[in-house]
């Protein structure tokens, strides 16, 4: 198993921890209401659980020359959701920062904020807008990301579903058979 990977799970984690808890330090009783980046965090745990258990041999069903690369398909879907976890929690931490800032400022007209913070728009703003300029980088690769992901996800499913089809057609079939052998 990668430990590449496992670096990347405890510190995209460890990432959005520490914003989490930046925003209950700064008593954002909104933070209580987004739960996204939870679920991101919930969805994360099951591939990483799912992994392990292929690890430890707990996957019966799961055949030996299989079990390395599930175990890398979910840990890769554990890095996806942590990520969007990441992005979710650093973006809704933003929007409400602004609003504070924007709240604390919004009577005070551009010549008085300049006047007694002078570094507001020369480096706060700066800083947000190169930070900003950062994200909208990323975006195509997080599509792009996001986009496979949803592939593989539709694959897995009309798998599933196709399997339950000809189970189904299968069980008919039998039943049917069953039926008219037992008939006189």
Request: glycine content about 4%; charged content about 30%; some cysteine.
């Amino acid at each position: 198993m990668s430990s590449d990977k496992w670096s990347k799970i405890v510190q995209l984690h460890r990432a959005t921890k520490t914003l989490t808890l930046l925003s209950e330090e700064h008593e954002l009783k909104e933070w209580r209401k987004f739960l996204q980046p939870a679920m991101e965090e919930v969805h994360a745990l099951e591939h990483i659980m799912r992994a392990k258990a292929a690890e430890l041999g707990f996957l019966a069903d799961l055949e030996p020359d299989n079990k390395l690369g599930y175990i890398e398909k979910n840990l890769d879907k554990a890095i996806g959701h942590l990520y969007r976890a990441f992005f979710d929690t650093a973006d809704w931490l933003s929007v409400i920062i602004r609003q504070k800032i924007i709240t604390a400022l919004e009577t005070y007209d551009n010549r008085c904020i300049t006047a007694v913070i002078p570094e507001y728009y020369k480096e706060k703003l700066e800083k947000l807008l190169t930070y900003h300029k950062t994200i909208i980088t990323k975006v195509p690769a997080l599509e792009q990301y996001k986009n496979k992901e949803a592939k593989k996800d539709f694959r897995q499913k009309v798998i599933g579903f196709v399997i339950g089809v000809v189970v189904t057609v299968i069980g008919v079939i039998i039943a049917y058979l069953l039926n008219r052998q037992s008939s006189p």
